[in-house]
């Protein structure tokens, strides 16, 4: 099996468990290491994007960490997450016994597979989104007046501070920090959720996952931020129209019992 390795670069704890992990496989599979991480651990090693060909990509880290690594891998590769962050929602491992557990995942492994969210501007698309892509205001304090349609329909029309469009994996993020649903990620949906709307009956919208979703900035003079899960940022300018959809290839996620959805919402979300 060809395993990839990459780690939170400035953890030293997260360096010191992608060290063991690799001590422990490097003499069972076909081990590429990142090369921040490589660096570190003072052995070879490849880019990101480089990685061709990956069965498992093992990333020891947090949620910022795995929203990185996707971000930079040229195609989806299966991910198992060994959690060194302060929430570890995205990941699907705990740091005691990861070691064993990869080894045990060089015997073969389910993979779950999650949507992404496609944001394009002018045609022109952007990074696929994880977990949300949101569009906010340039200037603070400065409102915005926004349009949403859902598969060419006006369903709000609304000055906020900005518009949230989350993946269900995202509901658990950004999302719901706004005020927005817990979404399943089986649920096949997005959730749309504005900003500290000026208006009382603006509420957060869930929409079938296949929906086409468009976001105008209607106000002159106003300019905004186009912000893919806090990785990649894009100027707005008045008049522009975000369209979202569902994104042509979902990330992959290793299926562990540790990732098992409602016990994180329970353990991580209190």
């Known amino acids: 099996m060809k395993v990839g390795l990459t780690a939170r670069h400035n953890l030293d704890e997260a360096l010191e468990k992608a060290g063991s992990i690799l001590g422990t496989i490097e003499d069972r ?13 003072g052995v070879e090693g490849l880019p990101l994007r480089d990685m061709s060909g990956l069965d498992l990509l093992v990333l020891i880290g947090g949620d910022g960490t795995i929203l990185r690594t996707l971000h930079g891998l040229e195609t989806p590769v299966p991910i198992l997450g060994v959690n060194m962050g302060d929430v570890g929602f995205l990941t699907n491992a705990e740091p005691q016994g990861a070691e ?11 993979v779950e597979r999650r949507d992404r969210l496609q944001a394009s501007v002018r045609g022109e698309n952007v990074p696929p989104a994880m977990n949300e892509t949101v569009v906010i205001t340039s200037e603070p304090a400065k409102i ?6 859902v598969d060419g329909r006006e369903a709000e029309h609304v000055r906020c501070d900005g518009m949230i469009v989350a993946t269900p994996t995202g509901s658990t993020a950004y999302a719901m920090s ?7 990620p089986r649920v096949d949906a997005s959730v749309v959720v504005p900003l500290a709307p000026f208006k009382l009956s603006a509420r957060p ?66």
Not at 31 to 39: F, G, W
Not at 144 to 149: A, G, H, S, T, W
């Open 205 to 270: 919208l869930v929409v079938p996952g296949g929906s086409k979703v468009e976001v105008e900035l209607l106000r002159k003079g106003k300019r905004a931020k186009l912000v893919v899960d806090g990785q990649f940022v894009r100027e707005l300018d008045e008049g522009d129209v975000i369209e979202f959809s569902r994104a042509e290839e979902p990330a992959l996620f290793v299926k562990t019992w540790q990732g098992e959805f409602y016990s994180k919402v329970r353990q991580k979300l209190e």
């Open 29 to 41: 599979a076909e081990v590429s290491v990142e090369l921040d991480t490589a660096s570190a651990l």
């Open 178 to 184: 706004a005020g927005g649903p817990i979404v399943d």
């Open 100 to 110: 064993e557990l990869v080894v045990d995942l060089l015997d073969g492994f389910d």
């Open 144 to 149: 915005l007046n926004l349009e949403v349609r």
